[in-house]
């Protein structure tokens, strides 16, 4: 019989990689997770990195100060990531960077849908947007960015940068 915290532990580790967009590999590579402190709840469900934590499986690559996993019927069902700033780097099915940080990330494992909370910034090819909010669907491949603006508050609005085509640029001698 398994270590308890092992055997919750285990589902998690054979995860398909956390975010949906990753190249099709990124979910046959074994994941690593680090941190200075873990905490396993069974009853709960649910296991809490502390310090410092990365997570690597294939391109995918997460820094955080603290990542909760949520199971739910012995599957990853959503993932918590806080950090100053959280930071997130996975290559997509077409071996293209995509980045996010923020101070808070909520990942749901059904729906794709990733959201940034905090000071968020998302660079994928052609384009980088910030803001106070952005909900990435992996599925659809969608993006909602919001201000979330309060009243009183200015000069909080999205900010989208268009990023030029590298083969167009002329190359130097």
């Known amino acids: 019989m398994l270590y308890q915290p092992l055997k919750f532990l285990l589902p998690l580790l054979l995860l398909v990689s956390p975010l949906g967009w990753s190249i099709q590999s990124d979910r046959q590579q074994p994941a690593t997770i680090e941190?200075?402190?873990?905490?396993?709840?069974?009853?709960?469900?649910?296991?809490?990195?502390?310090?410092?934590?990365?997570?690597?499986?294939?391109?995918?690559?997460?820094?955080?100060?603290?990542?909760?996993?949520?199971?739910?019927?012995?599957?990853?069902?959503?993932?918590?990531i806080e950090g100053k700033p959280a930071k997130f780097s996975q290559l997509d099915d077409n071996g293209n960077p995509v980045d996010a940080n923020s101070a808070l990330m909520h990942y749901h494992t059904d729906s794709g849908l990733l959201k940034l909370r905090g000071n968020a910034q998302l660079t994928r090819p052609g384009e980088s947007i910030q803001s106070e909010q952005i909900d990435y669907n992996s599925k659809d491949k969608t993006v909602l960015a919001n201000s979330d603006n309060k009243k009183g508050q200015k000069n909080r609005r999205v900010k989208i940068i268009l990023l030029p085509n590298k083969s167009n640029t002329p190359s130097t001698p």
Do not use: C, H
């Not at 690597?56 to 820094?63: A, F, L, R």
């Not at 955080?64 to 993932?79: F, H, I, P, V």
């Open 35 to 80: 941190a200075d402190r873990v905490e396993f709840d069974d009853q709960q469900k649910l296991s809490v990195y502390k310090g410092n934590v990365i997570f690597i499986q294939g391109s995918t690559k997460i820094n955080a100060e603290e990542m909760t996993l949520y199971n739910k019927n012995g599957q990853l069902d959503r993932l918590r």
